[in-house]
């Protein structure tokens, strides 16, 4: 387009300004602050030395941060191989018109309304052998579960229970997807002849494809992120057994105080969930575009 | 390919007491084997529902829907072997345009080699052999619609192919030459084809017999011709035709004919049926004089338009509007002037309660 067709008007940035001034205090001069720890070394409020990157080069080399992180990959890509599936699975099962639809969205919903802790608590509870449902059943059907002695059986209850609590988000994310499909696709696919497996695969996957992005990403950032649930849980245990990137960060820097590599750890941790979920954007984002390159050619 | 009979009414909603609860009031049609037919009507007159019906999407309420006399009211599409294209694209985003048209023969495990020739002769009428390979999702909205209409006809051997007005988001250039397109496959496949639509001039150049239907009632089957000269029904003459039939309510006894308290004088051999009546009379075939003669009513010009392929007179008559059509090149009277109109002519319909007496 031609510039000079329009007369430049730079008054506009003046509407842009509120946006920045709160993007400013709420997200940027945070983030500078952990900046600013992640290359000091700070000794006292008056003492404090510039360490340039060494605290970085020191987390790189820290073992038991690489324990939490490959635990923290692996259960984040459990929950997306369990949550993601089953979300789309229920969605389908769902009545989509009438009364039993708005009971079953209520019931389906229930879980997101309990805070993170309460969750945790619920479990915790759910699975002692002595007074919890969970735990007393397994027992009395002859399993020796103990969540908090088996690390297997912990890492197994911690998944549960987030997919206990984070499922029915997915659900609800493919449900809306599923309802936005116009009837015509569905009457179309009848007169083709289309199996049940066929309408699933050619026009309610595609049709997902939006809002399961969406939930991909967002279980895959909070799955990331995970805190509340696993420590009122598990605490961590045993051992380190379920002690997920959050808890390792905030036993570093609230517990041993060590701001400096908390720091640094915290803009690497902020790095790769950023990285993570670029990837599997564009992934996403390709498969339902794989012919593209052929139709330009 | 079938004959398809249909005896039966439709409601929506349960247990229907009157009229207006029925989506589709009791009706009897037959549509003969290869015949090109349109359900022609306004918004909610219950074309789509017929035509859901006939397909199979839609169980009617009552009554029943055969196929060559084997009663089929309760299969399903796939059954009853019948195509249907819809108003809005629907396209198979992943698939590409050959794969969208193979659909419905893959699914009907029919050989690849007879899909790939069958799929490719389809995309040949449809001028679409160069984008065979090309995602569909990226087409545009004309373009998706031509794949569905492919998808409509790629199966040579299916009862009879439904269009529920499948031409609604193509450019106007582009629907006539689809049309034509869907009449020329009409003429090569003798196959049984449906055509709904709310446009008269697509369903008299497309069908040979159009269903002219409102208010979930069918009123007149037939010919553009019969459409056009005998509407059986006001409501016909009144929808077909641009501008539609002029009606003139009227009072006929002993030979004299009376218009709101003018006398007509009904002219030599022309039979008038006794009673209250409503005359209609085609804009194309409401003649003006100068002088008052047997089976003229006065009236006054109020309007003259040129529309360019011709001139639209508006006469008021005794308080009732008239309108008339008069060739470009016809001396059209001034505006003011008074003239009189040959309502009472050899084209001239007689209407009892809406229906067509003489």
């Given at each position: 387009?031609?510039?000079t067709?329009?007369?430049v008007?730079?008054?506009?940035?003046?509407?842009?300004?509120?946006?920045?001034?709160?993007?400013?205090?709420?997200?940027?001069l945070?983030?500078m602050?952990?900046?600013?720890?992640?290359?000091?070394?700070?000794?006292?409020?008056?003492?404090?030395?510039?360490?340039?990157t060494?605290?970085?080069?020191?987390?790189m080399?820290?073992?038991?941060?690489?324990?939490?992180?490959?635990?923290?990959?692996q259960?984040?890509?459990?929950?997306?191989?369990?949550?993601?599936?089953?979300?789309?699975?229920?969605?389908?099962?769902?009545?989509?018109?009438?009364?039993?639809?708005?009971?079953?969205?209520?019931?389906?919903?229930?879980?997101?309304?309990?805070?993170?802790?309460?969750?945790?608590?619920?479990w915790q509870?759910?699975?002692r052998?002595?007074?919890?449902?969970?735990?007393?059943t397994l027992?009395a059907?002859?399993?020796?579960?103990s969540?908090?002695?088996?690390p297997?059986?912990?890492?197994?209850?911690?998944?549960?229970?987030?997919?206990?609590?984070?499922?029915?988000?997915?659900?609800l994310?493919?449900?809306?997807?599923?309802?936005?499909i116009?009837?015509?696709?569905?009457?179309?696919?009848?007169?083709?002849?289309?199996?049940?497996?066929?309408?699933?695969r050619?026009?309610?996957?595609?049709?997902?494809?939006?809002?399961l992005?969406?939930?991909v990403?967002?279980?895959?950032?909070?799955?990331f992120?995970?805190?509340t649930?696993p420590f009122?849980?598990?605490?961590?245990?045993?051992?380190?057994a379920?002690?997920?990137?959050?808890?390792?960060?905030?036993?570093?820097?609230?517990?041993?105080?060590?701001?400096?590599?908390a720091?640094?750890?915290?803009?690497i941790?902020f790095?790769?969930?950023?990285?993570?979920?670029?990837?599997?954007?564009?992934?996403?984002?390709?498969?339902?575009?794989?012919?593209k390159?052929?139709?330009?050619? | 390919?079938?004959?398809?009979?249909?005896?039966?009414?439709h409601?929506?909603?349960p247990?229907?007491q009157?009229e207006?609860d029925?989506?589709?009031?009791?009706?009897k049609m037959?549509?003969?084997d290869?015949?090109?037919?349109?359900?022609?009507?306004?918004?909610?007159?219950g074309k789509?529902?017929?035509?859901?019906?006939?397909s199979?999407?839609?169980?009617?309420?009552?009554?029943?829907?055969?196929?060559?006399g084997?009663?089929?009211?309760r299969?399903?599409?796939?059954?009853?072997?019948?195509?249907?294209?819809?108003q809005?694209p629907?396209?198979?985003?992943?698939?590409?345009?050959a794969?969208?048209?193979?659909?419905?023969?893959?699914?009907?495990q029919?050989?690849?080699?007879?899909?790939?020739?069958r799929v490719?002769?389809?995309?040949?009428?449809?001028?679409?052999?160069?984008?065979?390979?090309?995602r569909?999702?990226g087409?545009?909205?004309?373009?998706?619609?031509?794949?569905?209409?492919?998808?409509?006809?790629?199966r040579?051997?299916?009862?009879?192919?439904?269009f529920?007005?499948?031409?609604?988001?193509i450019?106007?250039?582009?629907?006539?030459?689809?049309?034509?397109?869907?009449?020329?496959?009409?003429?090569?496949?003798?196959?049984?084809?449906?055509?709904?639509?709310?446009?008269?001039v697509?369903a008299?150049?497309?069908?040979?017999?159009?269903?002219?239907?409102?208010?979930?009632?069918?009123?007149?089957?037939g010919?553009?011709?019969?459409?056009?000269?005998r509407?059986?029904?006001t409501?016909?003459?009144?929808?077909?035709?641009?501008?539609?039939?002029?009606?003139?309510?009227a009072?006929a006894?002993?030979?004299?004919?009376?218009?709101?308290?003018?006398?007509?004088?009904?002219?030599?051999?022309?039979?008038?049926?006794?009673?209250?009546?409503?005359?209609?009379?085609?804009?194309?075939?409401l003649?003006?004089?100068?002088?008052a003669?047997?089976?003229?009513l006065?009236?006054?010009?109020?309007?003259?338009?040129?529309?360019?392929?011709?001139?639209?007179?508006?006469?008021?008559?005794?308080?009732?509007?008239l309108?008339?059509?008069?060739?470009p090149?016809?001396?059209a009277?001034?505006?003011?002037?008074?003239?009189?109109?040959?309502?009472l002519?050899?084209?001239?319909c007689?209407?009892?309660?809406?229906e067509?007496?003489a």
């Amino acid at each position: 387009m031609n510039p000079t067709e329009k007369p430049v008007n730079q008054k506009a940035w003046w509407l842009v300004l509120p946006v920045l001034l709160c993007v400013a205090f709420s997200a940027i001069l945070p983030l500078m602050t952990v900046v600013n720890y992640s290359v000091q070394d700070i000794i006292s409020p008056e003492r404090r030395v510039f360490v340039g990157t060494e605290w970085f080069a020191a987390v790189m080399r820290d073992e038991e941060l690489h324990g939490a992180l490959w635990r923290q990959l692996q259960f984040s890509l459990a929950v997306l191989a369990v949550e993601i599936p089953l979300g789309i699975a229920l969605a389908l099962s769902m009545p989509a018109q009438g009364w039993k639809s708005s009971a079953v969205l209520v019931l389906v919903a229930l879980s997101l309304l309990i805070p993170w802790n309460v969750v945790g608590t619920i479990w915790q509870i759910y699975g002692r052998a002595d007074i919890g449902l969970l735990g007393h059943t397994l027992q009395a059907l002859g399993f020796d579960y103990s969540y908090t002695g088996d690390p297997v059986h912990a890492w197994f209850t911690v998944l549960i229970m987030d997919v206990w609590h984070w499922t029915p988000l997915v659900a609800l994310l493919a449900f809306a997807g599923l309802r936005s499909i116009p009837d015509a696709y569905y009457q179309a696919a009848r007169i083709d002849g289309a199996s049940k497996f066929a309408v699933f695969r050619y026009i309610q996957l595609p049709k997902m494809r939006e809002v399961l992005m969406i939930a991909v990403l967002l279980r895959f950032m909070d799955s990331f992120m995970i805190y509340t649930e696993p420590f009122v849980l598990t605490g961590g245990g045993p051992g380190t057994a379920t002690t997920f990137l959050s808890q390792y960060l905030t036993q570093k820097a609230v517990g041993q105080f060590d701001l400096g590599p908390a720091a640094a750890f915290s803009l690497i941790y902020f790095l790769i969930i950023l990285l993570l979920c670029f990837v599997l954007y564009n992934w996403m984002q390709s498969l339902g575009t794989a012919h593209k390159e052929h139709a330009h050619a | 390919m079938a004959q398809i009979e249909l005896d039966l009414a439709h409601a929506y909603k349960p247990n229907p007491q009157v009229e207006t609860d029925y989506a589709l009031l009791p009706l009897k049609m037959s549509f003969r084997d290869g015949g090109a037919y349109a359900l022609l009507g306004p918004s909610g007159c219950g074309k789509t529902t017929m035509l859901n019906i006939m397909s199979g999407l839609v169980v009617p309420s009552q009554g029943t829907v055969k196929f060559d006399g084997v009663d089929v009211t309760r299969s399903s599409p796939q059954e009853r072997n019948i195509a249907q294209v819809f108003q809005f694209p629907v396209i198979y985003d992943t698939m590409t345009v050959a794969q969208n048209l193979a659909f419905p023969l893959k699914n009907r495990q029919v050989p690849a080699d007879q899909i790939r020739k069958r799929v490719g002769q389809i995309a040949e009428m449809l001028d679409m052999s160069h984008q065979l390979d090309m995602r569909a999702a990226g087409l545009s909205a004309d373009q998706k619609q031509k794949i569905s209409l492919g998808r409509g006809l790629v199966r040579s051997d299916v009862s009879a192919v439904l269009f529920d007005e499948p031409l609604t988001v193509i450019d106007p250039h582009l629907k006539w030459q689809l049309r034509r397109k869907l009449k020329q496959i009409h003429h090569e496949l003798k196959l049984t084809l449906i055509y709904v639509t709310h446009d008269q001039v697509e369903a008299l150049t497309f069908a040979d017999e159009v269903v002219v239907m409102t208010r979930g009632k069918a009123v007149q089957v037939g010919s553009a011709e019969a459409l056009f000269e005998r509407p059986a029904h006001t409501f016909v003459g009144h929808f077909i035709g641009s501008p539609g039939m002029n009606f003139l309510p009227a009072q006929a006894g002993g030979g004299v004919l009376t218009v709101q308290g003018q006398a007509v004088q009904v002219p030599q051999g022309l039979a008038v049926p006794e009673g209250a009546l409503k005359l209609g009379i085609r804009p194309e075939y409401l003649q003006v004089s100068a002088v008052a003669e047997p089976g003229t009513l006065a009236a006054v010009v109020r309007q003259v338009q040129d529309v360019g392929t011709y001139q639209m007179v508006t006469c008021d008559a005794v308080g009732v509007v008239l309108k008339l059509r008069l060739t470009p090149q016809a001396q059209a009277p001034q505006v003011g002037a008074q003239v009189f109109l040959h309502v009472l002519g050899p084209h001239t319909c007689f209407y009892k309660n809406e229906e067509l007496v003489a």
